[in-house]
């Protein structure tokens, strides 16, 4: 695939900065060469079986199945592909892709190299900021920020200012459209009114504190829930202490969201970061 863009993520489970790799391999299809994503960690069968809208772009997915901890040799391996490929640019996203793929595209000389960081809570840690300047120093990436915050808090541990580049919104796919049928399609009420919540259910999403507020609304407002995660079993019971678990619908894995926010009144991000 000469010319094409290549994204490396650590992983291909559901997430805002997966999804959005996968967004901008999927827009950048078009384009001479194309795009593909490549996730350093786990096999087609496990990711798709956790995700299945990846089926749809099983072709633009590469797997290395990269074990947990440190691989030395996963650099080498992807200078390879890279030199196999001769992509136009390696796009790295989070730390990761950068100290494993960075390196290794410059290596194999692609000449565009971009980083992006999604969120900066990582660099809190002083080791972690050690292993990132390392890892910018032999990729030198462009550097990018996916939002003003992220770039001040970047800045601020690293002393190099990357460049902000919102997040996209398709406004194709993400338009208004009928309500009704998107309720009946996720088994919603049809009068109700729904707040809702798209977020995997890990502590950091802040899915808790949507439940805690819909306790301090009267019925018959309901929260509705699209996503997965590790606090599922904890997030019901949670509902249920608080008299709501008839009002609040875990709605599980939404493969396309521009289905489930038309369904709702109001939306509610209450990430904790």
């Given at each position: 695939?000469?010319?094409?863009v290549?994204h490396v993520?650590q992983h291909?489970?559901?997430?805002?900065?997966e999804?959005?790799a996968?967004?901008l391999?999927?827009?950048?299809?078009?384009r001479?060469g194309?795009?593909?994503v490549v996730?350093?960690?786990?096999?087609a069968?496990?990711?798709?079986?956790?995700?299945?809208r990846l089926a749809?772009?099983?072709a633009?997915l590469?797997f290395?199945g990269k074990?947990?901890g440190?691989?030395a040799?996963l650099?080498l391996r992807?200078?390879?592909?890279?030199?196999?490929l001769r992509?136009?640019c390696v796009h790295?996203h989070?730390?990761?892709?950068l100290?494993?793929?960075?390196?290794?595209?410059r290596?194999?000389?692609?000449?565009?190299?971009l980083?992006?960081?999604?969120?900066a809570?990582?660099?809190?840690?002083?080791?972690?900021?050690?292993v990132?300047?390392a890892?910018?120093?032999?990729a030198?990436?462009?550097?990018v920020?996916d939002a003003p915050?992220?770039?001040?808090?970047?800045?601020?541990?690293?002393?190099v200012?990357?460049?902000?580049v919102?997040?996209?919104v398709?406004?194709?796919r993400?338009?208004?459209g009928d309500?009704a049928?998107?309720r009946a399609?996720l088994?919603?009420?049809a009068?109700?009114?729904?707040?809702?919540v798209?977020a995997?259910l890990?502590?950091?999403?802040?899915?808790d504190?949507?439940?805690?507020?819909?306790?301090?609304?009267p019925?018959?407002?309901m929260?509705?829930?699209?996503?997965?995660?590790?606090?599922?079993?904890?997030?019901r019971?949670?509902?249920a202490?608080?008299?709501?678990a008839?009002?609040?619908r875990?709605?599980?894995?939404v493969?396309?969201?521009?289905?489930?926010?038309?369904a709702?009144?109001?939306l509610?991000?209450?990430?904790r970061s």
């Open positions: 695939m000469s010319g094409a290549i993520v291909l489970a559901p997430g805002g900065l999804v959005m996968l967004e391999a999927r827009a950048q299809q078009g001479a194309g795009a593909l996730s350093l960690e786990g096999s069968e496990e990711a798709m079986a956790r995700w299945p749809a772009q099983r633009r590469v290395l074990a947990p440190l691989d040799a650099p992807l200078a390879r592909l890279f030199r196999r992509p136009a790295t989070h730390v990761g892709p100290l494993y793929a960075g390196a290794a595209a290596a194999a000389g692609v000449a565009a190299r980083h992006t960081e999604h969120d809570w990582h660099l809190g840690s002083a080791r972690r900021r050690r990132v300047r890892a910018l120093a032999l030198k990436p462009v550097l920020a915050d992220v770039a001040e808090a970047v800045r601020a541990a690293l002393g200012a990357p460049r902000v919102l997040n996209g398709d406004t194709d993400f338009a208004p309500r049928a998107s399609a088994g919603l009420p009068e109700a009114p729904i707040i809702g798209a995997r890990e502590r950091v999403k802040g899915v504190l949507a439940i805690a507020a819909l306790a301090l609304l019925a018959p407002a929260l509705a829930i699209a996503g997965a995660g590790g606090e599922e079993a904890a997030l019971a949670q509902a202490s608080l008299g709501v008839d009002r609040v875990f709605l599980g894995l493969g396309d969201t521009a289905r489930f926010y038309p709702l009144d109001l509610c991000v209450p990430s």
